[in-house]
């Protein structure tokens, strides 16, 4: 008998993997802090005997180096992934055994497409394959991006991508289960896909367009599909291939109000990391507010001008220490200074805190009207499905550079939900401009009776 146990990864919508039999087991995919990978094979009693690479992330830094270092695993990475250290190369076709006394192996299928060298690997039981690790290639009702690597590639990773799906559909039997690391709100998903939890290649025959449409009309859809990049994923391919360090989570050291307010005065990031609510109530002048239940990692290292100090500020030391380990998955590393507790806590004495208004979709009916700026931050795409009619335009991960670009007046900000312009309004409010933050579905914009057009 084998296992898989599943890693999740939420706040970046990924997943790695552990799969094995009685004794030993294999590691797919392993996010950068490798505790839970080592928890999760101490949990089963097994030892690591290979860590396995898709391919090289562009989307989070990888634990797979320092994991196979720590416990002695070969580290298989596809053989044509250009990187700066050992590794054992892994070729079309190459198998490996995982586990002889449970017949389980591990056999390798280039699937080019989300990167050049990409890589899946299926895993046999006495030689039928039982599930296949597709990484970034075939997801849940889609297929992961083709646009990381390089603009002048990406039609062509498209059509790869087309051909590598159609190659594990035609290769493995129907009832594989199909076991991707990508795809569960991860943004080098090439779509949303489904939302399903799991799948086998003969649900995907069914309902995947990489799987139902031909080359050209997928090609075409996937192109048109494509989303904005995350800003740091840049940074993301050069770690992985340089080989990333191991990560320390020990706590920051601690800053009193002083050295918050001199680490502001010298244009380092001050982050709250209490919820949205929390912060509009009452803030330190000049924070920006990501909240540590959020996609904390995602947003704030697309805003973050790479390279530049955070001080974290958290309600709890429990808080605090999950959002460092969230940043350690995407390259932020050690946060310069750190503080816990109450906002009154991290202002000097006599300063009063900032706060500015949240309101609903309904409210922004009530009050609109002459030198009232409505702005939409969500993406693109999202505002071409439905937009407020008169609204402003500029999607949150521009607004950090834009922010002079908007019309005078009090600033009522959207998203989504709530999330996205909570940062948004905290962006603005440290810029001092007069900021209303809506909190609320946009779905209730057309329903509270405002003008929602479409693109």
């Known amino acids: 008998m084998f296992f898989v146990d599943t890693v999740e990864t ?6 790695g993997y552990l799969a094995g039999g009685e004794r030993t087991a294999l590691v797919v995919d392993p996010p950068r802090d490798i505790d839970r990978m080592i928890a999760a094979a101490a949990r089963r009693g097994v ?5 396995v690479e898709t391919h090289l992330h562009n989307d989070y830094v990888s634990g797979g180096l320092e994991l196979a270092r720590v416990t002695g695993a070969a580290y298989l990475v596809p053989a044509a992934a250009r990187v700066s250290f050992d590794r054992t190369s892994v070729h079309d076709g190459d198998t490996v055994e995982v586990d002889a006394h449970a017949g389980l192996a591990l056999r390798a299928v280039a699937t080019p497409g989300h990167t050049p060298h990409h890589m ?3 895993l046999e039981e006495h030689g039928t394959a039982v599930a296949v690790f597709t990484g970034g290639s075939l997801l849940i009702g889609t297929v992961g991006r083709p646009d990381l690597v390089e603009p002048r590639l990406t039609e062509q990773l498209a059509r790869a991508q087309h051909a590598s799906a159609r190659r594990l559909a035609a290769e493995l039997p129907d009832a594989t289960t199909v076991l991707p690391t990508h795809g569960f709100g991860s943004f080098c998903s090439s779509s949303q896909g489904t939302g399903e939890q799991g799948t086998t290649i ?3 025959k069914a309902a995947n367009e990489a799987l139902t449409l031909d080359v050209d009309s997928f090609v075409a859809g996937l192109l048109a599909g494509l989303d904005d990049v995350p800003a740091y994923y840049a940074h993301m391919g050069p770690a992985n291939a340089a080989g990333p360090e191991p990560v320390d989570l020990t706590p ?4 009193d109000a002083d050295e918050i ?9 001050v982050v709250d990391l209490r919820s949205r609510v929390a912060f509009a109530e009452g803030h330190l002048a000049g924070s920006l507010n990501f909240e540590a239940e959020g996609q904390l990692a995602t947003y704030l290292a697309w805003l973050l001008p790479w390279g530049r100090p955070v001080t974290l500020l958290a309600a709890t030391a429990e808080q605090l220490a999950a959002a460092q380990r969230e940043l350690v998955r995407v390259g932020v590393d050690r946060p310069s200074a750190g503080a816990t507790g109450r906002p009154d806590q991290w202002v000097r004495a006599g300063r009063p805190l900032a706060s500015f208004p949240r309101a609903t979709f309904a409210d922004l009916a009530e009050h609109a009207g002459e030198g009232t ?4 931050v969500r993406r693109t795409s999202e505002r071409c499905a439905a937009f407020v009619a008169g609204s402003v335009h500029v999607p949150l991960h521009t607004l950090r550079d834009r922010l002079r670009d908007l019309p005078p007046g009090q600033v009522w900000v959207h998203c989504a939900g709530g999330m996205r312009a909570a940062i948004a309004a905290s962006l603005l409010d440290a810029a001092g401009r007069d900021v209303v933050a809506i909190d609320d579905a946009f779905a209730a914009a057309e329903k509270a009776g405002l003008d929602v057009r479409a693109c």
């Open 10 to 15: 939420p706040g970046l919508g990924n997943r």
């Open 47 to 51: 030892r690591v005997s290979h860590v």
């Open 120 to 122: 899946s690997y299926v």
């Open 202 to 204: 003969g649900r995907e």
């Open 252 to 255: 920051p050291a601690v800053a």
């Open 261 to 269: 307010a001199a680490r502001l005065a010298a244009g380092e990031w």
């Open 373 to 376: 700026v409505v702005l939409d």
